[in-house]
């Protein structure tokens, strides 16, 4: 199936080609994409009306978070993302516990490595729990979620020392929903946001240097 202009665009941002502060030029745009210019207009006015992309002058650039915003954004992921868990750990089927299990090995490998290939990782692991609650409707509001972590100019996974720990974060949450406990899943997962939020407060303050 072929890809949207929206998408393709979406998947951009999402990978860091475009960063927050990035100018979004439609003729520009069309040309790499290899699609005419109005699915193009189409889907920057969509992404406008979205907060994924904001106006200077006449220009579309790609937004970004303030203090502010960032805090109200983890306050509504990490109530939603302990929500998913724990209904995991009531729903989750023996293959997708598997599958969970299977990822945080997995990813073990790319410890100390690309911090963007760390970041990607992490955005599987949690994307199958979202799937493992099975609730389509928190899926939906876990994706726009995500759409709006992409704003974020960098990655909390190239703070020195979190990537190890944010891994073995991953195995708690696996336990418990391997164990059937929806309130320790709930728990794990939530704790897990807070510290990546911490990570990144403290990134911003100069206390925790990048890698």
Same mark, same amino acid.
């Given at each position: 199936?072929?890809?949207?202009?929206? /998408?393709?665009?979406? &998947?951009?941002?999402?990978?860091?080609?475009?960063? @927050?502060?990035?100018?979004?030029?439609?003729? &520009?745009?069309?040309?790499?994409? !290899?699609?005419?210019?109005? @699915?193009? +207009?189409?889907?920057?006015?969509?992404?406008?009306?979205?907060?994924?992309?904001?106006?200077?002058?006449?220009?579309?650039?790609?937004?970004?978070?303030?203090?502010?915003?960032?805090?109200?954004?983890?306050?509504?992921? /990490?109530? =939603?993302? !302990?929500?998913?868990?724990?209904?995991?750990? +009531?729903?989750?089927? @023996?293959?997708?516990?598997?599958?969970?299990?299977?990822?945080?090995? &997995?990813?073990?490998?790319?410890?100390?490595?690309? @911090?963007?290939?760390?970041?990607?990782?992490?955005?599987?692991?949690?994307?199958?729990?979202?799937?493992?609650?099975?609730?389509? #409707?928190?899926?939906?509001?876990?994706?726009?979620?995500?759409?709006?972590?992409?704003?974020?100019?960098?990655?909390? #996974?190239?703070?020195? !020392?979190?990537? &190890?720990?944010?891994?073995?974060?991953?195995?708690?949450?696996?336990?418990?929903?391997?164990?059937?406990?929806?309130?320790?899943?709930?728990?794990?997962?939530?704790?897990?946001?807070?510290?990546?939020?911490?990570?990144?407060?403290?990134?911003?303050? !100069?206390? =925790?240097?990048?890698?």
């Amino acid at each position: 199936m072929q890809k949207d202009a929206y /998408t393709l665009i979406m &998947e951009a941002i999402e990978a860091g080609v475009y960063k @927050p502060g990035d100018r979004l030029v439609e003729s &520009e745009l069309a040309e790499r994409l !290899g699609v005419s210019r109005t @699915p193009v +207009r189409e889907a920057l006015q969509r992404l406008e009306t979205q907060a994924m992309l904001t106006r200077d002058g006449r220009s579309l650039i790609v937004a970004s978070l303030d203090h502010n915003q960032l805090a109200e954004l983890y306050a509504v992921r /990490t109530e =939603l993302e !302990g929500l998913a868990a724990r209904l995991a750990a +009531r729903h989750a089927t @023996p293959e997708e516990v598997r599958v969970l299990k299977s990822m945080v090995a &997995e990813d073990r490998a790319l410890l100390g490595g690309d @911090p963007r290939a760390l970041s990607r990782a992490n955005k599987r692991f949690h994307k199958q729990i979202h799937l493992a609650s099975h609730n389509r #409707f928190l899926v939906q509001q876990l994706d726009l979620v995500h759409r709006s972590m992409a704003l974020m100019a960098n990655t909390s #996974f190239a703070a020195e !020392g979190r990537d &190890e720990v944010a891994l073995d974060e991953h195995a708690d949450i696996v336990a418990a929903i391997e164990a059937g406990d929806g309130d320790a899943a709930y728990q794990a997962l939530k704790s897990h946001i807070s510290q990546a939020f911490e990570t990144r407060l403290r990134v911003d303050a !100069g206390e =925790l240097r990048m890698r």
